[in-house]
């Protein structure tokens, strides 16, 4: 269980640093209406198309804050929290909610798939203390 531990973590603290760092990019279209659901994190970045996000925040400037702070917390969340009893199901939230926010449409996914793996942790624990007993 703990390689799988690992790999759970890094692979939320690697989504979360993702999500954030569509913030920055965000914020410096400033307080601004997106145009739709989906938009370009970076528009200048024309390599990745814009690093497309989705946001249900009417300002590029919230937006931006919302997807650090989310992409922050599912990081320390994946890193510190992912073996707690309902750690896994608590990181698959903080994804949706980055995602929502603007986080960029690949790095929720990610940490979605690490919050999966997190449940396995927890189910596998709860596996073994039932044979032990």
């Keep these: 269980m703990r390689k799988l531990r690992i790999a759970a973590s890094a692979l939320?603290?690697?989504?979360?640093?993702?999500?954030?760092?569509?913030?920055?990019?965000?914020?410096?279209?400033?307080?601004?209406?997106?145009?739709?659901?989906?938009?370009?994190?970076?528009?200048?970045?024309?390599?990745?198309?814009?690093?497309?996000?989705?946001?249900?925040?009417?300002?590029?400037?919230?937006?931006?804050?919302?997807?650090?702070?989310?992409?922050?917390?599912?990081?320390?969340?994946a890193g510190k929290f992912i073996e707690k009893k309902n750690g896994g199901l608590i990181l698959i939230l903080l994804s949706i909610i980055m995602l929502l926010v603007g986080g960029g449409l690949v790095p929720p996914f990610i940490a979605i798939a690490a919050g999966l793996m997190g449940m396995l942790i927890n189910r596998k624990a709860a596996k073994q203390e039932v044979t032990k007993q």
């Design 12 to 77: 939320g603290i690697f989504a979360g640093l993702g999500g954030a760092s569509h913030g920055p990019g965000e914020m410096l279209q400033g307080n601004v209406a997106p145009s739709g659901l989906i938009i370009e994190a970076w528009p200048q970045l024309t390599a990745l198309s814009g690093e497309p996000a989705m946001t249900i925040i009417p300002s590029f400037l919230v937006t931006g804050i919302l997807a650090i702070v989310f992409g922050v917390l599912v990081a320390v969340w």
